[in-house]
């Protein structure tokens, strides 16, 4: 990787930071997140104006630029990549480290007294300004909104921002109409006494029209937001997606219906007047709901005595309820998922042998076997396909310059999933394809010991995932080892991989109590830097847990595992386990070969039925 | 119970309400918080201002007066307790519940337009007062501070505020001089580049200065405040105390000393115009370091730009981590307590099938046999001692009209602890003087598996208490059982018996994390309304663990038992216990068996001694 050269750039940008035409008054300092309008984890190549500028691609970054400096905030995960791509125009700022200061410490050591501070108020959700703003003004300077976005006036080969065809979901795949979702919509907001919901994120507005795009790579989302008063619909999209006529009749814009449900198509570009409009026209005690996470725009368009913040919205939390349709959508492509990854460590296991399979030819492979699965769209997410020590690096990604090719001496981690029309799947399995030494047995048991505590754990109905981390760390701390990422991560119903507001991590304390119907992956880890890296991930559905006694009538919930793929019994040392943990293996395994078993022969796929059959032989405990 | 009759006194406080004597201007509402100027747990007579005026004497509680109304504040441990000890001039607020106002969202509701909200800025915390002031003042009401506490001028017999004597600690009991503690707390200010630190919480001015006092009941503390500079310190203390050479000596007041340890003995109630002082005379930059918890009184005092507030002091956090004198006085202590409790159980054993033994008899017998051992001072809390139903009542204190005499029929639950000049020791354990039930058994057995399984927990260093909590549940949560409070608090060193700023509980993410010589206690347990409550409690200390491995050299953390009280092996299913735990067992007794028999023996308590024998014969499991 070598470096983008960034000193022409930088000089324009701070030439447009001053000029009248695009600031209304120069700005000393200009912030460019990561992000785009709509908070999403994963941008279109439109919205990478922080790589634009910088070079530094990674996930997660913020870019500051005055007149004399220029400098990155990373996380521990991209500072070896950033230092890459970065040229010494730039300075690293290192998240997490003692001696960093944040940005808006730095800010005020180096700005001249008084300064202005410009960022474009559509990218920067609304908490973010208020603490950045704060300490900005308690120095004596200004955090102020630069409306035209600074980067897309020097950036002249910007990419449009995609506009690509909508795909309609029918009952089959959501269980509920957009209609009724609608209507418990306006339910909750009723019960919240607000008047307007205002609809940012982008799953939210398309699991709440039952509508999924191709924006984003891996997300099925589209650039679109939505307003919905106690009697109208207000959707903002752009491009001829809705001269669609099998869209048109999905949104049913051209019959006849109550006018509450008469959706009124507006530009996009218009969202901030029309919500301007809304807060100016609102009576006392008229409160509008927007995310706490909106953007500082939207949330200014609205006057602050009407504004109803919350961490989550009621759509995230509905949508992270799968209903029965959903849920058995998720069922099925997990069993599609467990067929494409059967053929491929079938082929994986005759081939590495030889020498010839890199960890891209596997990434490729992994998705070629997927891609001829019914209702396959597109990955999930950037295959994590790494061998030996690369599988250290918990975020590794293969590129030619990293390329390893597997071997029978290495540790293989695959993390990979798929979007389908009926469900979204997000699996690590991690195998050897030769003999794995004691000590890498040995930390893969412990590994498995706190995947199935989690997945076994019992626990009473309003517990929140974050209780639940421990038990997936238990085994390993025994024995003075962890690792340094949370367990699991709420999953999307063919919609973000990624989604709020449950999980299972340690690090969070705001998450929403996990239910019957919530789906999150459990993956806990274990990363020898430089030599391997050993993850076991499942997606799991929340059920309800039949128990002994029932403590003030509470219920009590436990997991059922969606993902159907054999953990490799040649990595576990069986003497480790409990009778617990070794029959609930063999239990899992059971299943696997059946309801993948009967899957591969009705496709007629024989040799990795007969794989599936070998790895899914029960484990015996020697007492 | 008979509710206090307080419509004089209502019409006596709604008058002083509108005095221009006792007012600046007349409140249209008037806040009776619980607590003391130092916002202490446990408070003295003079302090107990809303038991005053409402009749209702429970831990916690705040009563709010308006023109027309009198409503009270407390949760669900409470509930009946205030229905029962409040006329009718009080409406009951049930903290918890769906439908309750919060106290400012009641306020809101009843007040006229423009009202003021009273409030004695010296017992109200200042994070509190922002949050209603907030509240208010959207509302178009003002909280104003009353600077003459309202109760006061109209309770004619309000006891004195106590002055009692003060006890010292010397080097042995302390392990670090006042002075040293000066030095490590002035480094801590100079790292925060703070100049001067307000010690507000009682507890922290009695460990600063090693000495102890009895002004509070339990809690062996005096009133005062500090205030420390980098070059001056300043004691606020009344009466008489100053004079005992002793003191003075221990202090070093008529010593040459160096200036910067020199103490300046200021009145007590000279701390607000001396902190204002402070205050007006702060150049840019030098800042007030004060806990966010300290009143709004005195962090007014402080302008807004000086303030360095944290949740948790220096002082609590340096506390917190016994040193090795600290912990050998813990040690002693606990070895001492055990005894009195051998002897009690033995006792109690021998008397209760003659029906002759009450709740208040039995935890009288407990504090006689503990005020036998050296260096007892006082019980640290009021005795929970209670059987059958009344162990439900997780907060219970027999009182004449509960007492209730112990049978061999019923489960009986003692939770108590004392004060010795060494340590301060607080125990539960749970005994059946006849033949326990198969299902008090199995219950019993659930709490003791949670016990065991924080009690042997490995975990890294820097792990924060909360991350432990569900270990002690997951027994329990496996048959649907659980119980309604968190599971370990800190524990003071001759000092609160409930300190900060760590603690293993669900409920909060703000602790700190544990660190090896940290105290906590470990006290999961089972409560079934109306029949019975269990809980087993040790007090234990964070050691360093020996692992396998050494994950980025990050070391590890385990506890180590300080209690020493057998657990009744008869309420014991032992085979609900894995190998481990029933190990566990068994060295935990032989370890009572060795360290408490030798005491006893050394005390010559020989029939205790017989008792301790067979209360801890091995526990023998059927594979």
């Known amino acids: 990787m070598s470096p983008k050269i960034t000193t022409e750039l930088l000089k324009q940008l701070r030439q447009v930071m001053k000029n009248p035409k695009h600031v209304q008054e120069p700005v000393q300092a200009y912030i460019v997140p990561s992000g785009d309008a709509h908070q999403s984890e994963y941008i279109a190549p439109c919205d990478c104006r922080r790589a634009f500028i910088s070079g530094f691609d990674g996930s997660a970054g913020t870019a500051i630029i005055t007149e004399q400096h220029a400098a990155m905030w990373t996380d521990g995960r991209y500072f070896l990549q950033a230092a890459q791509q970065m040229d010494n125009n730039w300075t690293l700022m290192k998240m997490g480290l003692k001696d960093t200061p944040t940005q808006e410490?730095?800010?005020?050591?180096?700005?001249?007294?008084?300064?202005?501070?410009?960022?474009?108020?559509?990218?920067?959700?609304a908490d973010q300004w208020k603490r950045m703003s704060k300490v900005l003004r308690s120095a004596g300077h200004d955090l102020v909104p630069v409306k035209e976005n600074l980067i897309d006036t020097i950036w002249t080969d910007c990419p449009q921002r995609p506009c690509k065809p909508l795909i309609m979901l029918d009952l089959s795949y959501t269980g509920v109409s957009w209609r009724d979702k609608i209507v418990a919509l306006r339910s909750k907001m009723a019960e919240r006494k607000v008047m307007w919901f205002v609809v940012t994120a982008l799953d939210e507005v398309a699991w709440l029209f039952n509508l999924r795009g191709s924006d984003v790579e891996?997300?099925?989302?589209?650039?679109?937001?939505?307003?919905?008063?106690?009697?109208?619909?207000?959707?903002?999209?752009?491009?001829?997606?809705?001269?669609?006529?099998?869209?048109?009749?999905?949104?049913?814009?051209?019959?006849?219906?109550?006018?509450?449900?008469?959706?009124?198509?507006?530009?996009?570009?218009?969202?901030?007047?029309?919500?301007?409009?809304?807060?100016?026209?609102?009576?006392?005690?008229?409160?509008?709901w927007l995310s706490d996470k909106a953007s500082y725009a939207l949330t200014e368009a609205i006057p602050k005595a009407y504004r109803y913040l919350t961490p989550y919205t009621p759509?995230?939390?509905?949508?992270?309820?799968?209903?029965?349709?959903?849920?058995?959508?998720?069922?099925?492509?997990?069993i599609k998922d467990a067929v494409a990854l059967c053929e491929l460590f079938n082929w994986l296991e005759k081939e590495v042998?030889?020498?010839?399979?890199?960890?891209?030819?596997?990434?490729?492979?992994?998705?070629?076997?997927?891609?001829?699965?019914?209702?396959?769209?597109?990955?999930?997410?950037?295959?994590?396909s790494s061998t030996g020590p690369n599988g250290a690096?918990?975020?590794?990604?293969?590129?030619?310059?990293?390329?390893?090719?597997?071997?029978?001496?290495?540790?293989?981690?695959?993390?990979?999933?798929?979007?389908?029309?009926?469900?979204?799947?997000?699996?690590?399995?991690?195998?050897?394809?030769?003999?794995?030494?004691?000590?890498?047995?040995?930390?893969?048991?412990?590994?498995?010991?706190?995947?199935?505590?989690?997945?076994?754990?019992?626990?009473?109905?309003?517990?929140?995932?974050?209780?639940?981390?421990?038990?997936?760390?238990?085994?390993?701390?025994?024995?003075?080892?962890?690792?340094?990422?949370?367990?699991?991560?709420?999953?999307?119903?063919?919609?973000?991989?990624?989604?709020?507001?449950?999980?299972?991590?340690?690090?969070?304390?705001?998450?929403?109590?996990?239910?019957?119907?919530?789906?999150?992956?459990?993956?806990?880890?274990?990363?020898?830097?430089?030599?391997?890296?050993?993850?076991?991930?499942?997606?799991?559905?929340?059920?309800?847990?039949?128990?002994?006694?029932?403590?003030?009538?509470?219920?009590?919930?436990?997991?059922?595992?969606l993902t159907l793929v054999p953990i490799q019994t040649k990595m576990i040392d069986v003497n480790l386990l409990t009778q617990k943990e070794c029959?609930?293996?063999?239990?899992?395994?059971?299943?696997?070969?059946?309801?993948?078993?009967?899957?591969?022969?009705?496709?007629?796929?024989?040799?990795?039925?007969?794989?599936?059959?070998?790895?899914?032989e029960p484990l015996v405990r020697v007492q």
């Open 105 to 125: 410490d730095w800010l005020v050591s180096v700005l001249p007294e008084g300064s202005k501070v410009g960022v474009d108020p559509f990218i920067i959700p």
């Open 218 to 288: 891996y997300n099925p989302v589209f650039f679109a937001y939505a307003v919905i008063g106690m009697n109208t619909i207000r959707l903002f999209i752009d491009g001829d997606r809705m001269t669609d006529p099998a869209v048109r009749e999905h949104l049913q814009l051209d019959s006849t219906l109550e006018p509450e449900f008469k959706i009124q198509v507006m530009p996009y570009g218009s969202i901030l007047s029309e919500l301007q409009a809304v807060g100016a026209g609102l009576s006392p005690k008229e409160k509008v």
């Open 315 to 334: 759509i995230c939390i509905a949508k992270a309820v799968k209903n029965a349709s959903e849920t058995e959508g998720m069922r099925r492509a997990h």
């Open 353 to 384: 042998p030889k020498g010839t399979v890199t960890e891209i030819i596997a990434a490729d492979k992994a998705e070629e076997f997927r891609s001829q699965q019914k209702d396959f769209v597109e990955l999930s997410f950037a295959t994590i």
């Open 393 to 561: 690096i918990i975020h590794y990604k293969p590129v030619p310059e990293t390329n390893r090719t597997l071997s029978v001496n290495e540790i293989y981690l695959l993390d990979s999933g798929a979007q389908y029309k009926d469900g979204t799947t997000d699996v690590t399995r991690t195998m050897h394809f030769g003999t794995p030494s004691a000590y890498e047995k040995e930390c893969f048991t412990y590994v498995l010991k706190g995947h199935i505590a989690v997945s076994a754990a019992i626990f009473p109905n309003g517990t929140k995932g974050h209780l639940l981390d421990s038990f997936a760390r238990s085994a390993l701390w025994d024995c003075g080892l962890d690792y340094l990422h949370g367990t699991g991560h709420g999953v999307g119903s063919f919609l973000n991989v990624h989604e709020g507001p449950c999980g299972i991590s340690y690090k969070t304390f705001a998450d929403e109590p996990l239910e019957a119907g919530m789906i999150v992956s459990d993956e806990p880890g274990y990363y020898e830097d430089g030599s391997f890296g050993i993850r076991i991930e499942n997606v799991v559905l929340v059920i309800p847990a039949e128990t002994k006694y029932n403590f003030k009538n509470r219920g009590s919930l436990t997991f059922e595992p």
């Open 583 to 616: 029959n609930w293996v063999n239990d899992y395994h059971q299943k696997c070969r059946e309801v993948v078993g009967a899957e591969l022969e009705r496709q007629g796929r024989h040799e990795a039925l007969r794989w599936l059959i070998r790895e899914t």
